[in-house]
């Protein structure tokens, strides 16, 4: 079980370049979300989705696309990076349990360098 | 809309200190709230989480937090840190019934001097 898997971990980036995070999680969770986070800003919610093929914007979506063509995978795309887009990614899949708040699990971050 | 404040940005505690981190959020509806740490190049972990009922949740590693509803806080507290608990603290808010939009705070870093 390897939880929530997200690819590559490093990148570096010229300015204009487009490029996809990839999200995989293998525990059947409804929902998943994209967060980027900056020194001092903590983690904001870029993009998330609630089930395959709905997705929804998160604080500071501009900038990236994503899509949930499937349950397992959450991709998400820059579309012409720009160095303010440098920061570290994380993705994270959620279910709600039958009682209880809703229970997170993210994965180990994808950091990104734009040049 | 929602939204997390932390008031602590860089807390430097000696060992068996004790140590509360504040926690406010802004929000009209009924909230889910969470604190998750973040150990030097991890990713996050959560500590503990209220949902509903007593307002004093216990979480991992003797940790512990208090919902003051009238105040829309969610402080994290434990009474004697150690060095191993050095880390990025976060809280953060969910809507219920918004299962996967949490809203984090900008983190606490504590630091703690053997």
């Known amino acids: 079980n390897a939880g929530v898997t997200q690819t590559p971990k490093f990148q570096v980036l010229k300015t204009g370049q487009s490029m996809t995070l990839q999200c995989a999680q293998d525990m059947n969770h409804e929902y998943m979300s994209w967060y980027r986070q900056d020194p001092g800003m903590g983690l904001r919610l870029i993009h998330y989705s609630v089930g395959a093929g709905i997705t929804d914007q998160g604080e500071v979506p501009n900038g990236y696309n994503v899509s949930r063509s499937t349950t397992e995978d959450f991709p998400l795309r820059l579309l012409s990076a720009a160095p303010s887009q440098t920061s570290v990614y994380f993705c994270?899949?959620?279910?709600?349990?039958?009682?209880?708040?809703?229970?997170?699990?993210f994965g180990q971050g994808t950091r990104l360098t734009v040049v | 809309a929602q939204s997390v404040s932390q008031h602590n940005h860089h807390v430097i505690l000696s060992e068996a200190a004790s140590l509360e981190l504040g926690c406010n959020y802004s929000y009209g509806g009924t909230v889910n709230l969470f604190w998750y740490v973040q150990y030097p190049g991890q990713h996050l972990q959560l500590l503990l989480k209220y949902f509903s009922g007593d307002p004093l949740v216990k979480g991992i590693k003797g940790f512990e937090a208090e919902f003051i509803k009238s105040k829309f806080s969610f402080n994290l507290r434990k009474p004697s840190v150690q060095w191993s608990d050095t880390a990025e603290y976060f809280c953060a808010v969910n809507a219920r019934g918004n299962t996967g939009k949490l809203i984090f705070g900008q983190g606490t870093t504590l630091q703690v001097k053997p």
């Open positions: 994270a899949s959620s279910f709600l349990p039958g009682q209880g708040p809703p229970e997170a699990f």
